[in-house]
């Protein structure tokens, strides 16, 4: 069967949510749904639930619909994707014909972090999650610095074979690689920019979105960036590119999302509260991100 169409599709700017906690370190449901309505009012056009800025792997299932159901409540115009990574098939297939029967538009999928699977493992292991929840289309997620293995770009050729796999959020941060993907992109596929610091160049060579997350503090001016690189508004481009990327460093700092955390407490926006082994950040990159997100024109709370 054939994914359902999808209105993420060609593509826009993608929020990859935080999942707000309480100081007891369970679910701030309210937080979440403030955190949705706010990044959609900022301009997302899709949002990305239970990936690793939300903590994913540290929720338990019941915990995983609670939250999918709050973002779907509160996701007005904007598509949900739910993230369906594990390291085994038969779980990552799992969560994927949940995020179909919660409701879903899509799903994103980590490549198998950890076990290392062969290219020819890596297509088998998403043609069965597309067999699981057959009307929904698959973002393909690589991000070889948290799964210790590469999508090359022969792989990515493979899986857009598959009907479902109808996207790829790249994240290798090898711009050249970024360049060879882009220049052999099949019709009605997309390529999204998984680096907020490689949106621009990411967009120049030929993605047509990003799945972003500084735009939970600041969807709208990753928004506008997003809008002037697609546009070829360069000079606004590198404008909005100057005066966001201390930003963009300082979320980088340490493991995502521990400095994301800090930036949405910093803006009013959510707890800083995490879960175990991810501690709280450093006092040095919450001074980053104060002056970070001054310079980004948000008000931080002291």
Request: net charge neutral; proline share 9%; with cysteine.
């Amino acid at each position: 069967m054939m994914p359902t169409p999808c209105p993420l599709f060609g593509a826009g700017l993608g929020v990859a949510l935080a999942t707000p906690l309480h100081d007891d370190g369970t679910l701030d449901l309210p937080a979440l749904a403030g955190l949705v309505r706010h990044v959609v009012a900022g301009g997302a056009d899709f949002v990305v639930a239970l990936g690793s800025t939300g903590e994913a792997a540290t929720l338990d299932p019941d915990e995983r619909d609670q939250v999918v159901v709050t973002t779907l409540a509160h996701r007005g115009g904007a598509a949900v994707f739910v993230g369906a990574g594990a390291s085994a098939t038969a779980q990552a297939a799992a969560f994927a014909a949940r995020a179909q029967q919660l409701g879903a538009d899509g799903v994103l999928v980590v490549v198998p972090p950890y076990v290392k699977p062969t290219p020819a493992g890596i297509v088998a292991h998403f043609a069965a999650i597309g067999d699981a929840a057959p009307s929904l289309p698959i973002v393909a997620y690589n991000v070889p610095s948290r799964t210790g293995c590469n999508l090359r770009p022969e792989t990515v050729a493979a899986l857009w074979q598959l009907p479902h796999v109808v996207a790829l959020k790249e994240s290798s941060g090898d711009l050249l690689q970024i360049v060879r993907i882009a220049a052999a992109l099949p019709p009605g596929r997309v390529l999204l920019a998984g680096d907020d610091a490689l949106l621009l160049p990411s967009v120049a060579v030929g993605a047509t979105g990003v799945i972003s997350v500084a735009a939970n503090v600041v969807p709208k001016r990753v928004a506008a960036l997003l809008a002037a690189a697609r546009a070829g508004a360069l000079a606004r481009a590198h404008e909005l590119q100057r005066s966001l990327l201390p930003l963009f460093d300082a979320l980088a700092a340490e493991p995502n999302p521990i400095p994301l955390k800090t930036a949405l407490a910093l803006a009013g926006l959510a707890g800083p509260t995490l879960r175990a082994p991810l501690t709280v950040a450093e006092p040095t990159t919450r001074e980053r991100l104060q002056r970070a997100l001054h310079q980004a024109e948000v008000v931080a709370h002291a």
